[in-house]
Every structure is written in C-alpha cells, then in structure tokens.
C-alpha cells in the first residue's frame, strides 16, 4: 500500500513563506501527476496546485506567483513552495495523484497567523 507523508507545515506570520514536501511510497512515482490539496476548517478539500509528470504545472488562480510546486522523481517527492502567505492559506495541506488514486496521509497543517 502507497504511504504519503506530508511534512513542513508549521505556523508562519503572514507574508511569511514555507516549504512543504511529500514522501510517497511508489516504485513508479515519476509516471504520475502530483497535486497538492488542502482543506481550510468547515470547507472542502480542493486540489491547489498540479505538476504533470513531464514536469508542467498549473495552479488554482488566487494562487498564482505565490505558490510553485516541484517535484524530484529520484526522491519520490514533490514540494510546494509557499511564499507571502496569508490568514487565508491557512489551512492542512495533503498531497496526492491527480485524479486522485491513492489513500490520504495525515496531511500537514499550516498556519498563517500573527
């Protein structure tokens, strides 16, 4: 069974910036597309950021210039490069194929407060 472990949340004053990252448990990491979702209090979980395994990204549009998302298939990993965070980016962030095939991980909570 794949395992993703998301790491590198944490609680950030706003403007400030994290990197998060996930770990996936897969032989065959590079052939899949990677996303990374998150889920605010009371909401749904949405899908904000997508790298395609040829390496093309594409971001939900608040998003846009502030967030960047990589990936390194030697590492099985992708990050999310979260910059000038606001209260609003609060939220726990999850990472998963895209569509998303895979169980969820624990996930890794991000907090964006003064």
């Known amino acids: 069974q794949v395992q993703l472990v998301e790491s590198g949340g944490g609680l950030v004053q706003p403007g400030g910036s994290l990197r998060l990252s996930c770990l996936a448990s897969?032989?065959?990491?590079?052939?899949?597309?990677w996303g990374w979702y998150r889920q605010a209090p009371g909401k749904q979980r949405d899908l904000v950021a997508l790298?395609?395994?040829?390496?093309?990204?594409n971001y939900a549009d608040s998003l846009k210039g502030r967030f960047t998302i990589s990936r390194d298939n030697t590492k099985n990993t992708i990050y999310l490069q979260m910059n000038n965070l606001t209260p609003e980016d609060t939220a726990v962030y999850y990472c998963?194929?895209?569509?998303?095939?895979?169980?969820w991980g624990q996930g890794t909570q991000v907090t964006v407060s003064s």
């Open positions: 998963n194929t895209n569509p998303r095939l895979m169980g």
């Open positions: 897969t032989s065959i990491f590079s052939f899949y597309n």
């Open positions: 790298i395609v395994s040829g390496g093309s990204t």
